[in-house]
Structures are given as structure tokens and as C-alpha cells.
């Protein structure tokens, strides 16, 4: 009983350094967004970048009516950028082209730290 205790323990501790909790940024445009994972590497879930609703970001600019204002490809952009490094820097209105002119702009984004996969030792059969 106390060897599956330690194995469900040492499963929860590796799916905690796996990724399993997501690490979530909301970043105002002219804010540079700081992504790190130590000695993990970084995989990017989500991203968006625009304006979808009118609190986020609102003292950045009164403009902020457009909420309908998205970068369709805002992730595959920030992925190729983050993914695969351990420490990653988005300033967002330099690294996105600008989906909604003269509306003022936010980052989203929801990334994964993901340690090196190491192989599993090898099975040597005992012979006698």
C-alpha cells in the first residue's frame, strides 16, 4: 500500500513539472511579455491579441470600443518565437502585426513548461 502511495505521489510530482499547470499572461500592447521555464523548455497553448472586451488594458487608451479586434495567427507567430527555448520575450506591438488600428491592444497567453524526455533505462534479464 505505502509502494502505490509513493508511486501516485511521484506520478503527481512529475505531472506538476511536466506541464500539467499552464502558466497564464495578460500583457497590455507596449508591455513586453516575459516567458520562462528554467531548465524546462517552453510550449506554447494559447495565445490572443487584440481587444475583446473593454476592461483589459482600459487605462492604456479610451479607444476601446472595437471589441471585436483579433490576430488570427497571434499563436503560430509567438509558438515559432517561444517553443523549444527556456526563456522567451514578446513585446507584443512589435512582434504582432496590428489587427485594429487606433484601438488599443492586449496579449493573452498561456504557456507550458516542459521538462527533457529521458529515456527509460535500459532491461538487462538477469541470467544465471
Not at 502558466?23 to 516567458?35: V, Y
Not at 494559447?46 to 470600443?65: E, L, P
Request: hydrophobic share 35%; net charge negative; proline share 6%.
Amino acid at each position: 500500500m505505502l509502494q502505490r502511495g509513493l508511486c501516485g505521489l511521484t506520478l503527481l510530482v512529475l505531472l506538476c513539472h511536466n506541464g500539467v499547470k499552464a502558466i497564464d499572461l495578460t500583457m497590455c500592447e507596449r508591455q513586453p511579455a516575459f516567458l520562462s521555464c528554467g531548465d524546462a523548455t517552453i510550449k506554447v497553448l494559447s495565445v490572443f491579441y487584440g481587444r475583446d472586451d473593454t476592461t483589459t488594458c482600459a487605462s492604456v487608451n479610451t479607444d476601446n470600443t472595437n471589441t471585436a479586434c483579433a490576430l488570427s495567427d497571434a499563436i503560430s507567430i509567438a509558438a515559432t518565437k517561444c517553443d523549444g527555448t527556456a526563456l522567451c520575450q514578446i513585446i507584443p506591438h512589435e512582434t504582432f502585426s496590428d489587427p485594429c488600428s487606433g484601438t488599443s491592444k492586449y496579449i493573452r497567453l498561456s504557456y507550458d513548461c516542459v521538462l527533457p524526455s529521458t529515456p527509460p533505462p535500459s532491461f538487462t534479464p538477469y541470467s544465471s
